[in-house]
């Protein structure tokens, strides 16, 4: 007897008949004598459905109010298929992150677990009963609703399996596994067997929102055994992530091409070239908890500086407005300036550590395509770069070939 919880995304509970599918999955895992705690999503298209309930009231909603919203739409998912579990004759119930209780920080809309009270889905699953657990979501200190960020469910069911000691975690989803890339940008892209944690984690730091980043690193801190399925198939392996580097000589250099439309560059033009410039730059950003990505500082030869760096979409604004009221007459910046415009896109393979060249074959072939590199950042298993937007997917498409990672 194995304990095994699956999660399963949107368009996996998108109606009633896919809820279903997903009961008679679980039913099977019952039959085999596994115990099995069930994540689910929201039905696709409802948290942005209820996103934009939110914005038409307000323009940028209350962080609060919006994750007291946009929660929602997994209870009514949790439920169902705990409905769907017991037509099935299978015991069942249903819970909220609240009800696990699944503990966050206070950081509404973008939470990190603390904690997660197992005793009650234990005893639980000891009686019999398949647990549903309601992904995305959690309760602060002070019994406020929280939510895990966009993808969130992922991370709800490694942090789950992580603190049920659970022998497997299975992501189940609308492709059968990681591709060396958006398989929905690039039709040639190829199911990898494996991949390592390491490069899953790059992989999904760059953007590809097949697995939350912070479900990768729940895997990696906790052990998880961690595998990406289709809830569309019965059969196939899918896509297993693993801990160890394998002994391949066949092993290729380059595992995958992530890509990210989410993100937005500022720029701070002219500041006085003086310690503490970055400091008092980034210090305020960081205050308010917008994350940062890529940095890049140049001095020019006239003693000032320029400083670009990028941060999701969604908080470019607030990025601007904080710059420019707190900060810009402060350290003299001739100016600041958005651009939201931009996408990332970025190669990833263990590969790298063993191979130079990497970065010119890449910058090569986009030179070859007339793609202007905006930013670049590197780390050892890594190589990003910042284009136009209007570039993107022809980037990952002529990356995805120069890179030979088709589809044999
Ligand atoms: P779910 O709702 O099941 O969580 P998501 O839409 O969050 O599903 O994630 C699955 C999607 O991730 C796929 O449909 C695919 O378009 C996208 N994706 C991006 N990069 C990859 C990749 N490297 N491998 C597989 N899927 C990817
Ligand atoms: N429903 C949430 C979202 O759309 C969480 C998830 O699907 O993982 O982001
Ligand atoms: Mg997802």
Do not use: W
Not at 120 to 130: M, Q
């Amino acid at each position: 007897m194995a304990l095994i919880v699956q999660k399963y995304g949107g368009t996996s509970v998108a109606n009633p008949e896919r809820i279903r599918n997903v009961a008679r999955r679980v039913a099977r895992y019952k039959a085999m004598g596994h115990q099995v705690v069930v994540v689910v999503s929201a039905m696709s298209g409802e948290t942005n459905k209820l996103i934009g309930l939110a914005k038409e009231l307000m323009a940028e909603p209350d962080p609060r109010e919006l994750d007291m919203i946009i929660s929602t739409g997994e209870q009514v998912t949790i439920g169902l298929t705990a409905l769907a579990l017991i037509e099935l004759g299978i015991k069942a119930k249903s819970y909220t992150g609240a009800q696990v209780k699944i503990l966050t920080d206070d950081a509404f809309t973008k939470a990190r677990i603390l904690n997660i009270d197992k005793d009650k889905l234990k005893a639980d699953l000891d009686a019999g009963y398949v647990c549903v657990v309601a992904g995305f979501q959690g309760e602060d200190a002070n019994g406020n609703i929280t939510t895990l960020g966009r993808g969130g469910s992922d991370t709800t069911g490694v942090a789950l399996a992580a603190a049920l000691g659970a022998d497997e975690c299975q992501i189940y989803t609308d492709v059968d596994g990681v591709y060396t890339t958006d398989p929905r940008v690039v039709p040639e892209a190829r199911r990898l067997k494996s991949i390592t944690f390491e490069e899953m984690l790059e992989l999904a730091s760059q953007g590809s929102k097949v697995l939350q980043i912070r479900s990768v690193e729940f895997a990696g801190k906790y052990k998880v055994k961690l595998r990406v399925l289709s809830s569309f198939e019965e059969e196939g392996d899918g896509t297993l992530i693993t801990f160890e580097e394998e002994e391949n000589m066949e092993q290729p250099i380059i595992s995958g091409i992530a890509f990210n439309r989410d993100e937005a560059k500022i720029t701070v033009l002219g500041v006085p070239d003086k310690p503490g410039i970055a400091y008092q730059i980034l210090g305020p950003i960081a205050d308010a908890n917008i994350d940062v990505d890529m940095i890049i500082q140049n001095t020019g030869a006239d003693g000032t500086t320029d400083f670009t760096f990028t941060v999701h979409k969604n908080e470019m604004n607030k990025a601007l407005n904080i710059l420019r009221d707190k900060v810009q007459g402060h350290i003299g910046a001739r100016e600041i300036s958005g651009d939201d415009k931009i996408a990332k896109v970025s190669v990833v393979g263990v590969g790298m550590r063993s191979h130079v060249g990497i970065a010119s074959q890449m910058f090569r072939t986009l030179a070859e395509e007339g793609i202007n590199i905006q930013m670049i950042s590197t780390s050892e298993i890594k190589i990003a770069v910042v284009v136009d937007e209007k570039y993107l997917e022809l980037a990952v498409r002529v990356l995805h070939k120069a890179f030979e990672l088709e589809a044999a």
